[in-house]
């Protein structure tokens, strides 16, 4: 039997998952394993191990790693048992709020999410409580390490979620210092959709030489059900194209991309000089701003959001029809990570690039290195 059979056949019930998880997925309307989650949930519930798993964004890798979590903590004892490092605030708070709905039918399991542009002291104060699971950016932990704010001593897990994005975002110091005090008292669990040279290092350092690894689609690092499609125009034109795709699109939901704070700040406000209501995000957006544009676009009042790659880290937000690519990404992998942001829970999406003649070997680079084709549209 082949492992695309193992996938149909699979149910949550058939990989351990108890009945009271369960009920928690189906009130996240979710019914079928991923194929991430069929290699990775068994596997991590029944045996403590050091464990890399690889898929691409948007492939179901917060419950693969949540459910065992879940399973494996002792409710009686009120001490942080798992640590789950992520990218960004974002990120965070989404992944919190997924493992309280997969709890909600479980004996009562605490978790807590703290990161940066929050006040310190309020997330002091909660980590007072009781809690089980932390979820946390390496900085903000490590500035409630050196406050002594947090007792990692029952530690049994720790899960690098999204591990090549904070990478890429310059937490390589801060997961070194976390894991050469965490690592060999717990087990590891690396997730990851790309894998640089960096991460290799951290495996190195500090999993075991034999911790299991699983690789969903290999040689496809980019969700099969996203249609990647580009349009050749020079760099005067962009903007023209770009209103002609959001007049044909109205209707649909979807995240602009742009290389640049500066960039993103401008495409916004030319853009609402054309009466269009778009959102933005980027680095120095305050926190506050940040939120309020986000809870606008996740409420579908605002149906296009334009972003940097570093700011858009984390966000998960159901039927995104599309992502355009205003301006060509400086790697590869943010290809992935930008694509990724549709096409989720098995939906299909759209991935556009806009592209200037002399970007067009950039744009073969990304179709070499991700076995990707471009069709372009007419």
Known sequence: MTINNLYILAS????????????????????????????????????????????QTGTGKTAAYSIPIIQNIDFTKPKIQALILCPTRELGKQIAKQIFKL???????????????EKIETQISSLRRKTHILVATPGRLLDLRRR???????????????????LSIGFKKDLDLILEQTSRASNTWMFSATMPKEITQIISNYMDPDAVKVEVNRGQQVNPDISHQYAICEQAQKMEALVFFLKSHKKERGIIFCKTKRATKQLHDQLTEKNYQVGCIHGDLKQIERNKVMRAFKGDKLKVLIATDISARGIDIDNLAYVFHYQLPDQVEYYTHRSGRTARKGKRGVSILLVAPKEVKQMRLISKQLHIEFKQLQ
């Open 103 to 117: 709890t909600k039918y479980t004996e009562k399991i605490f978790v807590e999410a703290v990161y940066g542009g």
């Open 12 to 55: 949550f019930k058939s990989l351990g998952v108890t009945h009271q998880v369960i009920q928690g997925l189906e009130g996240l309307g979710i019914f079928k394993p991923t194929g991430i989650q069929v290699q990775s949930i068994p596997k991590l519930i029944r045996s403590p191990i050091d464990f890399i798993g690889l898929a």
């Open 148 to 166: 002594k704010a947090v007792d990692l001593r029952q530690l049994k897990i720790v899960v690098l979620d999204e591990a090549d994005e904070m």
